[in-house]
């Protein structure tokens, strides 16, 4: 049983926490908040919770939560821990990784030069093979690097162009924007493309974010280059195999992220979660050397089968195609 820490427990954290409670080989040995909040209480019904440091345990008992102890006792009893503490805070968290000779995940809003490695499940499973430290790519190059990385093997990419439709912030946040305006990204390339390269082999990906007022979900147009030709005929199994990718169709009413994310619920997912990427059926076009197609993401839940998938890879425990599988037997992805 591999034991975990997950250290971090907001957007990302939590819904890792249920991710890795749900498989066979492994268990949340403690999940770390920040602060007594309503969050660490209802977390504390199912997880054994500690504070970030000694001083931070008072804290938690004044509010009723049964506190193990802190962050540093959990990493004397865990394999592994995940890292989805805000961005920036993983990169400082390494040492303390290193002093406890735990291994570690870090999530996308690290710099890829913190761990060196960057982790997604399709296109690069085996990078991470006992290692000690690794990265799981943010949401969207989650999403980007799970589409074409099929391609890739049908039909060989050398290059992408995409335009990635940023939702502004995520449902639980009420600080950030922007809530009335559209806000493009000024760097071109945004880092997605450089990042999408980290974890997949291609000439060239370019890439702009432009931000939108919208929690839900994010959209990216994408427009791919191949090696071999392609007919709009090709398309119809370019997903096939690809339980993680999920086709979705204007006709049958789902002409917006409102209506992805409500298909989501219908599916009975806790918290409303679409952890596969969600690609119109209607925007695929195939023609010479192109294919385009246009996908949601849900920012919220992409990244947390990656991160199941990553602990194995890490800990050498299941092969690519056997951990992919028993991710998503667990957690009810692609039909399974
Ligand atoms: P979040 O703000 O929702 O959650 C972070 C949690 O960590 C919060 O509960 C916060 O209180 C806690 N925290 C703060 N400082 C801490 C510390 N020093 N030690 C332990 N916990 C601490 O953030 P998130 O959205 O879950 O993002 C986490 C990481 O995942 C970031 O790198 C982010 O870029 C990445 N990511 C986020 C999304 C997304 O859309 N939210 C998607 C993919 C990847």
Redesign the pocket.
């Known amino acids: 049983m591999i034991k975990v820490a997950i250290?971090?427990?907001?957007?990302?954290?939590?819904r890792v926490a249920d991710a890795v409670r749900s498989q066979k080989d492994m268990t949340v040995a403690g999940i770390?908040?920040?602060?007594p909040?309503y969050?660490a209480h209802e977390a504390s019904k199912t997880f054994r919770v500690y504070s970030?440091d000694k001083n931070g345990t008072e804290a938690f008992k004044n509010e009723g939560i049964d506190v193990q102890g802190d962050?540093e006792s959990l990493l004397d009893n865990v394999d592994i821990v995940v890292?989805?503490?805000?961005?920036?805070?993983?990169e400082?968290?390494l040492e303390l990784y290193k002093k406890h000779h735990v291994k570690a995940i870090?999530?996308?809003?690290?710099k890829s030069t913190s761990t060196g490695l960057s982790f997604n499940s399709y296109s690069n499973f085996s990078d991470s093979w006992g290692k000690d430290y690794s990265r799981?790519v943010?949401?969207?190059t989650?999403g980007l690097a799970r589409t074409v990385s099929a391609a890739q093997e049908k039909f060989g990419v050398l290059k992408v162009d995409a335009t990635i439709v940023r939702?502004a912030t995520?449902p639980?946040?009420s600080k950030k924007g922007p809530i009335n305006g559209v806000e493009p990204s000024l760097k071109f390339p945004s880092h997605h493309g450089p990042d999408l390269r980290t974890v997949l082999n291609l000439q060239d990906a370019t890439t702009v974010a432009i931000k939108v007022p919208t929690t839900l979900m994010h959209v990216h147009s994408i427009n791919l280059t191949t090696d071999k030709p392609v007919t709009q005929g090709d398309l119809a199994d370019l997903f096939t195999g690809h339980g993680r990718i999920l086709e979705i169709s204007g006709k049958a009413g789902i002409t917006s992220t409102a209506q992805v994310m409500d298909l989501a619920r219908e599916m009975g997912r806790k918290r409303g979660d679409l952890f596969e990427i969600a690609v119109w059926k209607e925007s695929m076009y195939a023609a010479g050397n192109t294919i385009r197609y246009i996908q949601a993401v849900h920012?919220?839940s992409?990244?947390v089968p990656e991160n199941v998938d990553a602990i194995r890879s890490m800990m050498q425990a299941m092969e690519k195609d056997d951990s992919i599988r028993e991710t998503d037997r667990a957690m009810n992805i692609g039909g399974n």
Not at 7 to 14: A, E, L, P
Not at 32 to 35: G, L, P
Not at 83 to 90: F, K, M, Y
Not at 106 to 110: P, V
């Open positions: 250290n971090g427990y907001g957007t990302i954290g939590r770390v908040k920040a602060r909040d969050v970030i962050l890292d989805a503490t805000p961005e920036g805070q993983g400082k968290n870090l999530q996308g809003g690290e799981v943010s949401c969207n989650t939702r995520d639980n946040d920012q919220e992409d990244v």
